[in-house]
């Protein structure tokens, strides 16, 4: 069985084709967005600033800002994707800046724990078996003065979760499950989340019921994916970022056509099918519409003629009224009180947790007791219904 992290579960949640293509096909491509090259410089930089510290080396703003600035220019390169079309490198390069700034201000001197590794990387087993084998890097691991160790994240994001997305959170939770296998002796462990762009903290503490229901959960999803044959495509607004467009059912066409001129774009055999198939169902909704006008002239033209069937040219055309028997819907007030009634008599099973078909079979059959369905009909209403049909007059019939 392979060796999984957080991220590819994520991956696969999120569009198990890309997970097939990424992970198990091993397709490399060199795209990256602007978002995950800022959060990796972000990184880079606090990291610095803890290792250097470990050395009791304390850097200043100006340092790390300095430090920032360049291994974003040492490593920014064209290849890297801005979405956003109105904003810039410069833009977010600032954000960096402001984001390492809301940090430094918030923990500097950085002294109220004592820092046992940075990107410290981490592998572990969920099962005594050694089959389900996990992986992941901890931004930061550390100790507090009461012994207490804390796993801390690093979050760039413009989104800020609540607190029951922290404590549902899956990543940090493996990783205190990775550091408790490594050091066996360590019983409490909080897990810190730094939101840089909202200058805010989150912190989870999981109980041992929660870590094994984790522990379940991720064994079986791994079991899913090391069982899964078809890997369907998952379409989100994460499409905009994967790098698989040419090899998605469901992006390929939009990235064939895209780079074509005008002239060709249109002439292009999906785009004109596209078109046409568009065009035909804006006039069959035009249709529809008169159809509708026309099918209730014929009903009331056969009520104010009393007549069943409507001679044409070459055509017939017969009209029938009836009157059927209506129950309420789940969806209505009144269907409580029904259920109810019907429960009560012990004949829930009879209308298959009430299809309204059945009970309105029931009741037309006078399958119950008479004060059973007159109970039962106080929620029922009878509604008039109409069909037209049209077909071609025979020849004796012209």
Not at 16 to 24: A, D, H, N, S
Not at 226 to 251: I, T, V
Not at 327 to 352: C, N, T
């Amino acid at each position: 069985m392979a060796v999984y992290s957080d991220s590819q579960l994520g991956v696969y949640e999120q569009c198990p084709l890309k997970f097939k293509l990424r992970y198990r096909d091993r397709i490399k491509r060199d795209m990256e967005g602007v978002e995950g090259f800022l959060g990796l410089r972000v990184h880079d930089t606090l990291k610095k600033c803890y290792d250097d510290l470990r050395f009791t080396k304390t850097n200043s703003l100006s340092d790390l800002l300095a430090f920032y600035n360049k291994i974003w220019q040492e490593n920014w390169n064209d290849s890297i994707v801005i979405m956003k079309q109105d904003l810039t490198q410069e833009h977010y390069r600032s954000l960096g800046e402001k984001l390492i700034e809301n940090y430094y201000n918030r923990y500097s001197p950085f002294d109220a724990d004592i820092t046992i590794q940075t990107e410290m990387r981490i592998g572990f087993s969920l099962d005594d078996e050694n089959q389900y084998k996990m992986q992941g890097y901890i931004d930061r691991l550390s100790r507090i003065q009461d012994g207490t160790y804390e796993i801390h994240d690093y979050k760039t994001t413009s989104h800020m979760p609540s607190q029951e997305d922290a404590d549902k959170d899956r990543q940090l939770g493996l990783y205190q499950i990775g550091v408790q296998r490594r050091w066996p002796d360590v019983e409490n462990i909080r897990l810190v989340w730094h939101y840089v762009a909202f200058d805010a903290e989150l912190v989870s503490c999981r109980t041992p019921e929660a870590i094994s229901g984790l522990i379940e959960s991720t064994k079986s999803l791994i079991d899913e994916i090391e069982s899964a044959q078809d890997f369907s495509p998952n379409e989100s607004r994460l499409c905009d970022w994967c790098e698989y467009p040419d090899l998605c059912p469901l992006r390929k066409h939009f990235y064939k056509v895209e780079a074509l001129p005008v002239n060709e774009y249109l002439n292009e055999p999906g785009v004109v099918l596209a078109n046409r198939y568009a065009q035909l169902k804006n006039q069959e909704a035009g249709i529809e519409a008169e159809m509708e006008k026309v099918r209730e002239a014929i009903l009331d033209y056969a009520r104010r003629e009393g007549v069943e069937v409507i001679k044409g040219s070459d055509c017939k055309v017969r009209v029938t009224f009836a009157d059927k028997l209506k129950f309420p819907r789940k969806s209505d007030a009144e269907r409580p009180e029904l259920d109810g009634i019907i429960k009560e008599a012990g004949k829930w099973g009879e209308v298959s947790d009430l299809d309204t078909t059945a009970l309105i079979g029931i009741v037309e059959k006078g399958l119950w007791s008479k004060d059973l369905i007159d109970r039962v009909m106080k929620y029922g209403r009878i509604e008039g219904s109409s069909t037209v049909r049209i077909s071609k007059l025979k020849d004796e019939e012209k």
